[in-house]
């Protein structure tokens, strides 16, 4: 399963991905970006499964992101997250 992350937070991302790695019974491909452009680069580069978005990134924000993905034809699962709360 390859999963793709979008965080401006370089934390948060290891934070997920240390979770990720704790899921018995799946090989994960961890794809973290920090950056929109990034995460758009990659998404093209490669099949992504399944995509955690942070809802707040700087200037933009994840709903953004998703629409933009969304007008572009990808229909993978995609998950909300923010970094707002306790983790």
């Not at 704790?22 to 992504?48: F, N, Q, W």
């Amino acid at each position: 399963m390859t999963v793709l992350a979008l965080d401006d937070d370089q934390d948060d991302l290891k934070l997920l991905e240390r979770s990720l790695r704790e899921l018995k019974g799946y090989e994960v491909v961890y794809v973290p970006c920090r950056t929109r452009d990034h995460a758009l680069r990659e998404m093209a580069s490669r099949p992504i499964d399944i995509l955690f978005v942070d809802y707040y990134l700087g200037a933009e924000n994840g709903e953004d992101v998703l629409r933009e993905l969304r007008a572009k034809g990808w229909a993978q699962p995609a998950i909300a997250i923010t970094g707002q709360l306790d983790p």
